[in-house]
């Protein structure tokens, strides 16, 4: 049975509802004169032929997508989301490409921008760069500013201001970061090492009496 707000759509000469008609303001009705599916195919096909026209070239079929997986534009497969690093900035949640293609990319931005991933390191965390670094370095000797030692590769930042103080090695670096470069705790371990603090000892329960300065114990002999 046909009703009033019915029309025929003109490619599958199916009855239906205007409401699966696409919009048209040229027509009395405000209903145009293909169907829904038969418009998308329309169009699909009108695109296709555009780009063989221009371009010389087919248009790709529709690309499946299981769910959970994504398709990489880089290396063209389809991965698990598990394979993509994590993008706050997709409503996916996930970044466009997959982590080997994604790493891949990063590294060629950061050699095409700063000249290599040690420019960017410096350049992010620090404010200065490579030739500020090798500057610093010669300023210093060519060595740690702490302990002296050769070739140190550390830059080390005051962590309350973000200026930049000098170059250390690795353990001196380490040393500082552990110390949370508080200059009383440094102290105090200085203290420590030269054997002059006093010691609390518990001579009964509850008390305690502050003994003389050691320098330690000898070692417990072996079993």
Partial sequence: MIRMADAVCR???????????????????????YCKPCFNARSKAS????????YDREVKPPRTVPDGHRFCADCGTVKPV??????????????SYCKPCHNLRTRETKQRLYGGSGEYHLRRRYGVGEKEFQELLA??????????????QHLDHDHRTGWVRGILCFNCNGGLGQFRD???RL????????????????IHPGVYQMCSPTRGRPPSPRS
């Fill in 11 to 33: 490619d599958c000469r199916d009855w239906k509802p205007l409401d699966e008609f696409c919009a048209s303001s040229k027509r009395p009705s405000g209903r145009g004169s």
């Fill in 47 to 54: 695109y296709a032929k555009r780009v063989k026209e221009r």
């Fill in 82 to 95: 598990a394979d993509f690093p994590r993008n706050g900035s997709d409503s996916s949640g996930y970044a």
């Fill in 139 to 152: 300023e210093q000797g060519g060595v740690c500013a702490i302990c002296g030692t050769p070739d140190p």
């Fill in 182 to 184: 508080d200059q009383s």
């Fill in 187 to 202: 102290a105090e371990a200085i203290t420590y090492l030269r054997g002059t603090t006093w010691q609390r000892v518990l």
